[in-house]
C-alpha cells in the first residue's frame, strides 16, 4: 500500500485502520474475531492503528497488546489521553469530563505503555483540548515522555488552529485527528491550511460518517441495542430519511466508477492532499479489504469535484454530534 508521512518521523499505509468499534460504542464484537482483523490488516498492508484508553474504557488498548504481541515492528500505534474516566459505570458513561494535567497524561501514558506491551507510544494524542489546561503546559509534559524515549510523535485532536500553532511552538506536533468526510468538512477551513504550512499530517476519523456513507444503514433500528450512534443527530429516524436521497447519489456516482459508496468516500478524502491518512474503523474482513482498496482507486479533478459537489455539508440533516459533544471540539 502507499506510504504517507504525520510529521517528520512516522511513515504509515495511506489508510489506517481506527479500532474504536472493536470494544467501544458500536457494540464492540468477538476478541478472536476481532485479532484476526487485527492481523488480517497487516497482511494486507495497513501499518496505523488507532486506539484510546477511553475506548472500552481500557479494553480497546489490551486488545490491540494481545493482537499486536510479537508483530510490534510491523505497526503503528496511536493512542490518546485526555478524558476523566469515572470508576464506575458502562462504555461513554464512564467518560466524565475532559483532564489534561501534566500528572494525569503522565500516568495514562505509563497505563497505555503497559496495556499495549509496548515500551514506546508511536502517536500519543490529546484526544480533547481541555479549557482548563494551557496547551503549552499540556504538550511542555507530552514533549517530556518523547525525551523519555516513551512516546515517538506528539498528535492533537479536534483542535483549532490557533491551538495547533501555539502547540507546535513548545514541541513539533505530527499529527491532527478530527472528523472528516464528504459531509462533515470544518477542517477545511483553517485546519487544513495549518497543517501544510507547519508539516502536520491530518487524520480524519469517521471518514464514512460512522458508516452511514457506506449506503449499509437506512434506520437506527438496524444498530444493536447499545450502539452509541443511536444517540447522535445524523442517527434519528427523521434525519436517516432526509439523508437517504444524499446516500443514493452517492451510490449511484459509486455504481458508474464500479466500486462501493464507501470505497469512493474513501478515495475522495485520500485525494484531498497526501498529508491525509484517514482510519476508517472496520470489525469484518470484508469491510476492512473493501476500504483499504479505495487507496489504488484513482480520481480525476473531474470526478473530485462532481463527488464533492454532490455530497455538501449544506445538504445534510443532523449535525454530527449533540451539543454538549460538540462543545469539546475544535478546542
Same mark, same amino acid.
Given at each position: ?6 510529521g517528520? &518521523?512516522? &511513515? %504509515?499505509s495511506?489508510?489506517?485502520l481506527?479500532?474504536m468499534?472493536?470494544t467501544f460504542?458500536y457494540?464492540?464484537?468477538?476478541e478472536?474475531?476481532a ?6 490488516a ?11 484508553? %477511553?475506548?472500552?474504557p481500557?479494553? &480497546?488498548?489490551?486488545? /490491540? $497488546?494481545?493482537?499486536? +504481541?510479537?508483530?510490534?515492528d510491523?505497526?503503528v500505534i496511536a ?5 476523566k474516566?469515572?470508576?464506575? $459505570?458502562?462504555?461513554?458513561a ?6 489534561s ?6 500516568a495514562v ?7 499495549l ?6 502517536l500519543f494524542y ?13 504538550v ?9 524515549g ?8 479536534e ?9 507546535? +511552538? ?9 472528523e ?5 468538512r470544518?477542517?477545511e477551513?483553517?485546519v487544513?491550511? %495549518?497543517?501544510?504550512? /507547519?508539516?502536520i499530517?491530518?487524520?480524519?476519523y469517521?471518514?464514512?460518517? !460512522? ?7 437506512n ?9 452509541? !450512534? +443511536?444517540?447522535?443527530?445524523r442517527f434519528?429516524?427523521? &434525519?436517516m430519511n432526509?439523508?437517504?436521497?444524499l446516500?443514493?447519489?452517492?451510490? $449511484? ?14 478515495a475522495?478524502?485520500?485525494h ?8 476508517p474503523?472496520a470489525? +469484518?474482513?470484508k469491510?476492512?479489504?473493501?476500504n483499504t482498496?479505495?487507496?489504488d482507486?484513482?480520481?480525476t ?7 464533492? $459537489? ?8 443532523g449535525?454530527r ?5 460538540l ?5
Open positions: 500500500m502507499e506510504q504517507r508521512k504525520l517528520t &518521523n512516522l &511513515n %504509515v495511506a489508510v489506517g481506527g479500532c468499534g472493536m460504542a457494540g464492540g464484537q468477538d478472536a474475531d485479532i484476526r482483523t487485527l492481523h488480517r497487516i497482511d494486507i498492508g495497513v501499518t496505523f492503528f488507532d486506539t484510546a484508553e %477511553v475506548y472500552g481500557f479494553d &480497546n488498548e489490551i486488545l /490491540l $497488546g494481545k493482537a499486536f +504481541k510479537g508483530r510490534r510491523e505497526v493512542t490518546k489521553f485526555g478524558f474516566i469515572a470508576d464506575e $459505570g458502562e462504555g461513554a464512564r467518560m466524565i469530563g475532559v483532564d494535567r501534566p500528572e494525569h497524561l503522565k501514558a505509563e497505563s497505555s505503555l503497559g496495556r506491551g509496548i515500551e514506546q507510544i508511536d490529546q484526544h480533547r483540548v481541555d479549557p482548563n489546561v494551557p496547551i503549552e503546559e499540556t511542555g509534559a507530552m514533549a517530556e515522555l518523547v525525551q523519555q516513551k512516546v515517538k510523535a506528539l498528535g492533537l485532536s483542535a483549532s488552529a490557533a491551538t495547533i500553532r501555539r502547540a507546535h +511552538k513548545v514541541h513539533p506536533i505530527a499529527a491532527v485527528q478530527s472528516y468526510s464528504l459531509w462533515s470544518e477542517p477551513d483553517e487544513f491550511a %495549518v497543517c501544510r504550512e /507547519l508539516g499530517g491530518f487524520v480524519p469517521s471518514p464514512l460518517g !460512522r458508516g452511514l456513507l457506506t449506503g449499509t444503514i434506520k437506527p433500528d438496524e444498530l444493536g441495542a447499545d450502539d452509541w !450512534r +443511536k444517540t447522535l443527530p434519528q429516524t427523521e &434525519n432526509a439523508n437517504a436521497a446516500i443514493a447519489t452517492l451510490k $449511484g456516482l459509486a455504481a458508474d466508477k464500479g466500486v462501493t459508496a464507501a470505497q469512493l468516500a474513501l475522495w478524502v485520500l484531498q492532499g497526501d498529508f491525509i491518512v484517514p482510519i474503523g470489525r +469484518k474482513i469491510h476492512l479489504e473493501e482498496a479505495a487507496a482507486i484513482k480520481l479533478e473531474a470526478e473530485l469535484i462532481r463527488i464533492g $459537489g454532490a455530497l455538501t455539508p449544506d445538504q445534510v440533516a449535525s454530534y449533540t451539543e454538549a459533544a462543545a469539546l471540539v475544535n478546542g
